[in-house]
């Protein structure tokens, strides 16, 4: 099955939902928030919407709801070999083009995928091992030190 080319753009004529504050929200608040942000994406499902909508959904609400700065999705391309960025939120128009321009070997995210890195079946590499990411292109604007937690 070939994956359809992925844009951040909506092609539909309706607009779609803001996505929720959270940012000054209490912990029960948050809660009660991600609960409704994962029924609103489960009904976008059902929805006939292209996969570039649903994509770009489903990554505006990672950083809504996580309260991530900036959230890329990648795809694995058809070669089987490569990943292609194909839905952001959060990074600037010239960012996103960079990433998307940027066809990463699956071969070295597989070494990034360490023990050390692994939550249940998931991993998050945080900012502080920014170093494992030297071979990847970066579009991250402040250096390391600027970074403030939260």
């Not at 079946?121 to 970066?138: C, G, K, N, T």
Request: proline fraction near 5%; include cysteine; hydrophobic fraction near 40%.
């Amino acid at each position: 099955m070939e994956r359809e080319n992925v844009a951040t753009t909506s092609t539909s004529t309706r607009p779609l939902p803001p996505l929720p504050d959270v940012s000054q929200a209490s912990e029960t608040q948050i809660h009660a928030q991600q609960i409704k942000e994962l029924i609103r994406l489960g009904n976008l499902l059902r929805e006939d919407l292209g996969l570039n909508e649903v994509l770009q959904q489903i990554v505006a609400s990672i950083a809504a709801c996580i309260r991530f700065r900036a959230s890329v999705i990648s795809l694995i391309e058809e070669d089987g070999a490569h990943l292609s960025s194909v839905a952001f939120a959060g990074l600037s128009e010239e960012d996103q083009q960079t990433l998307r321009d940027a066809h990463y070997p699956i071969e070295k995210l597989v070494k990034l995928m360490r023990p050390e890195f692994r939550i249940s079946q998931s991993y998050f590499i945080s900012h502080e091992h920014a170093d494992v990411f030297s071979d990847f292109p970066s579009v991250v604007n402040k250096p390391l030190e600027d970074y403030v937690a939260g």
